[in-house]
């Protein structure tokens, strides 16, 4: 069966702090997203990879880098973590061909930024 | 960023009613999916459709691709305890931006 997991389920982390949400995936997927759920607000991204060591900014990178150095792990870092950022982050992958929109979502981590 | 205007926002019925959702933009998208988000766990994919006009069923949902290509619609029949969850309708342009409704929120009262 197939899997994407987050390394945590729960943060709990001091403004000003530097966050590290990690990501492995055992598809052998080549794309790769990171995507934060608000209420009300949906889905929105973050930041995606296409491929090892490549990544493109999503609709919000601001606050936000990434770091693909292996195909099966896609990291999220938050620089200096802020109250704003306080949200549940979920990680996704895809396989590469047409069929690059059907999207398997790790479990997500509840961040909570104090 | 592109939105997509998903309603509506929360749904509180009993159980075996039928439930209607629907997803709409002033875009035109060349694929919709649909995605149910459990509580605790991630969205998981439930229907994609295609082409203008195409009505998929899995089980008992029913999708249709709007023939605009602007909107999305999705039915749930006889409802059960275990839809329980947030449905999410996405659309994607072109082959890349993949883009997310707020979600519909489904209560159901047994």
């Known amino acids: 069966d197939v899997k994407v997991t987050q390394s945590s389920r729960y943060l709990v982390k001091r403004t000003g702090e530097k966050v590290f949400l990690e990501c492995v995936q055992d598809?052998?997927?080549?794309?790769m997203f990171w995507y934060r759920q608000d209420p009300g607000l949906g889905l929105r991204l973050i930041y995606f990879?296409?491929?090892?060591?490549?990544?493109e900014k999503g609709d919000i990178p601001e606050g936000y880098s990434v770091s693909r150095e292996k195909k099966e792990r896609f990291s999220l870092i938050l620089e200096s973590a802020s109250t704003n950022q306080t949200s549940m982050y979920l990680c996704?992958?895809?396989?590469?061909?047409?069929?690059?929109?059907?999207?398997?979502f790790g479990s997500g981590t509840q961040l909570s930024v104090l | 960023g592109q939105q997509l205007n998903q309603s509506p926002q929360s749904m509180f019925i009993q159980e075996g009613e039928d439930v209607s959702m629907n997803c709409t933009s002033s875009?035109?998208?060349?694929?919709w999916l649909w995605y149910k988000q459990e509580p605790g766990e991630g969205p998981v994919l439930l229907i994609a459709?295609?082409?203008?006009?195409e009505l998929t069923s899995n089980g008992r949902l029913t999708a249709q691709f709007g023939i605009t290509r602007k909107d999305s619609f999705l039915n749930i029949s006889a409802s059960i305890p275990s839809d329980v969850g947030i449905y999410f309708c996405?659309?994607?342009?072109?082959?890349?931006?993949?883009?997310f409704g707020q979600g519909t929120r489904l209560t159901i009262n047994p």
């Open positions: 990879s296409y491929d090892v060591k490549m990544k």
């Open positions: 459709l295609y082409k203008a006009g």
């Open positions: 996704a992958s895809s396989p590469p061909d047409r069929v690059r929109e059907k999207l398997f």
């Open positions: 996405a659309g994607l342009q072109g082959a890349q931006k993949l883009v």
């Open positions: 598809m052998d997927h080549e794309n």
């Open positions: 875009s035109i998208f060349n694929t």
